[in-house]
């Protein structure tokens, strides 16, 4: 028997019509470098359908491709639907690859038209003839950059302008397993890989995100995404405030902690997301500060140390909520919910499950895999295997790409390549990503737990260890280590303070002080520059 309920296509044009129709005057907010700009949800619904019209002006094909290389912005959320709900493929260049990787995924999406920041301009403009089916560039002036002097038989369209000549499009999407996005990993090896959205995706990943257990997003949030809008739809917020009606605070392109702890203070901003190197550095900013409105900190993109969270609790009374994903799992996939029955648990022992990341989301299932024997491992907290996950929302395949068979199982779940563990309640703890894993004599040594534990000490700024080769161990754990300013320790203090926090034999091989932990283009740290840094280095042999 068939259930005998109505169906209807989950496209991204109902979070459209719905912020336009019952939300037409709250405001998303753009810190610019001139100042800040707001406009209303009314406004903005106008002007996104104004700019699909901006796109058969342009000629743009039914499913072309539309990239973006900007920050985050109402310009950015215009064409967040603009290309999706006029049947368009949105994809989100990230601004900090490589040259070479911006030329390869612009090239391998076949990208249309590039809508770019001006201030960003000059990052992209050595790169035009290297694309070979982009046919428009255009500029969103924020206030800041040059237009080429010569423009090399480029027309470099004004977005303002497009706009003003345009008309409106009526919406009218309704296969909601459409592409509605796409969106390339990062890329720490090998080329980038392409991942699809559609729009039931998109649907189905924002109601769940904004679902009590995960974000809690509601239409009285002021939300700030400093996770950019490039990097895996920032965490799903660009839409969820659409969804929900949400005041959007979009910090442009000033990701300094002083601008950031400004906007949360004069914006009285609710739910702020960001990288852990992000709030690293806000949490030195905060003194002083009226940050009564905060009501959550998500965190994820790598692994927040329990000294991060506690470090918030403890300034300003709010812990960070940890969550995981990747770009393949839209992103978000888990998240550190306290179960009720946390409830009688001490503040340290719930801190310490604010260090996982915590139960698998609603829509998601996920599955720790021992790699040599193919069976779930125990749920003991301590069998460690690699994470793997499936879901409406996760990747299935690469766009065009023959790697694709080696990420994904025979049943079809994504091969996360993170190592986990999964203990009794559920809760799952990142041990490592398989690549960046210490393996010393056999075993392994988690350098996520090696660097929680390092940069807990309180004069260190950052750590990250990475493995060198070893005669007898084959890999050892060495650390790199950056100072706060002002102060001092050396390698054996820092090693007695790891004594006894970690077991003896994980201590590193070798300490040394570097000025900066070189991050990647979405503001982790990059222990890959960082192994090619030391590739040659020969660790002292006791
Ligand atoms: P890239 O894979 O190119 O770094 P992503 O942003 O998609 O780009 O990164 C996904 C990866 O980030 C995950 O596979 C995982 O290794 C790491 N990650 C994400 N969230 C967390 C977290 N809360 N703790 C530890 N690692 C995380």
Redesign the pocket.
């Known amino acids: 028997m068939k259930g005998l309920m109505q169906d209807g296509p989950l496209v991204l044009t109902h979070f459209l019509d719905r912020a336009e129709k019952l939300f037409p005057q709250k405001t998303i907010v753009t810190a610019t470098a001139t100042g800040i700009e707001t406009e209303t949800y009314g406004e903005w619904a106008e002007r996104t359908r104004r700019l699909a019209g901006v796109l058969d002006d342009l000629g743009i094909s039914a499913d072309g491709r539309v990239a973006t290389f900007a920050w985050n912005s109402a310009r950015h959320l215009e064409l967040y639907f603009a290309a999706p709900c006029s049947g368009r493929v949105l994809h989100t260049l990230n601004i900090r690859l490589f040259p070479e990787q911006i030329t390869y995924i612009v090239n391998h999406a076949e990208d249309e038209v590039i809508f770019v920041d001006k201030s960003l301009l000059g990052l992209l403009w050595p790169l035009v003839d290297t694309f070979t089916t982009v046919r428009h560039i255009v500029v969103m002036d924020d206030g800041r950059g040059e237009l080429p002097a010569d423009s090399g038989g480029w027309l470099l369209h004004d977005y303002e302008d497009l706009l003003a000549a345009a008309s409106p499009v009526e919406f009218n999407v309704t296969d909601e397993n459409q592409a509605a996005a796409m969106c390339y990993?990062?890329?720490?090896t090998g080329n980038p890989k392409g991942v699809v959205y559609s729009h039931r995706s998109t649907w189905l990943h924002t109601l769940a995100a904004m679902s009590a257990d995960s974000l809690g997003a509601c239409e009285r949030d002021i939300i700030m995404p400093v996770v950019p809008m490039f990097?895996?739809n920032a965490w799903g917020l660009a839409h969820i405030g659409v969804a929900t009606g949400a005041t959007l605070v979009m910090p442009g392109p000033d990701l300094s902690p002083k601008a950031l702890a400004n906007l949360i203070e004069t914006q009285r901003v609710t739910v702020a997301a960001g990288v852990p190197t992000i709030w690293m550095g806000v949490l030195g900013e905060l003194d002083g500060r009226d940050t009564s409105s905060l009501r959550a900190i998500p965190c994820?993109?790598?692994?927040?140390p329990k000294h991060l969270s506690e470090g918030y609790r403890m300034k300003i009374g709010l812990p960070i909520q940890?969550?995981?994903?990747?770009?393949?799992t839209s992103?978000l996939a888990s998240g550190g919910q306290m179960k009720s029955a946390f409830d009688s648990l001490t503040e340290d022992e719930r801190a310490d499950y604010r260090a996982t990341?915590g139960l698998p989301s609603i829509g998601v299932d996920c599955r720790i895999v021992d790699q040599v024997t193919g069976e779930q491992v125990p749920w003991d907290g301590e069998t460690r295997g690699e994470l793997q996950t499936a879901g409406p929302w996760i990747a299935r395949e690469y766009y065009n790409d023959d790697r694709s068979p080696e990420s994904f199982t025979a049943d079809g779940w994504l091969k996360?390549?993170?190592v986990a563990t999964v203990d009794a309640e559920g809760y799952m703890r990142?041990v490592d990503?398989t690549k960046d894993v210490v393996k010393s004599g056999g075993e392994w040594i988690s350098s996520?737990e090696l660097e929680n534990e390092i940069m807990a000490h309180p004069a260190v700024a950052e750590a990250a260890v990475i493995g060198l080769k070893h005669p007898k161990w084959g890999e050892r754990p060495m650390a790199c280590v950056v100072l706060r300013p002002g102060e001092s320790l050396t390698s054996a203090e820092l090693l007695e303070w790891l004594d006894g926090r970690v077991a003896k034999w994980w201590l590193p091989d070798e300490v040394v002080f570097i000025d900066e932990v070189p991050k990647?283009s979405?503001g982790?740290f990059s222990k890959r520059e960082l192994r090619e840094r030391f590739a040659d280095h020969v660790l002292p042999t006791a």
Do not use: C, L, N, Y
């Open positions: 990993t990062s890329g720490t990097h895996a994820g993109g790598s692994a927040v940890q969550a995981w994903g990747m770009t393949e992103p990341i996360t390549g993170d990142i990503r996520v990647t979405v982790k």
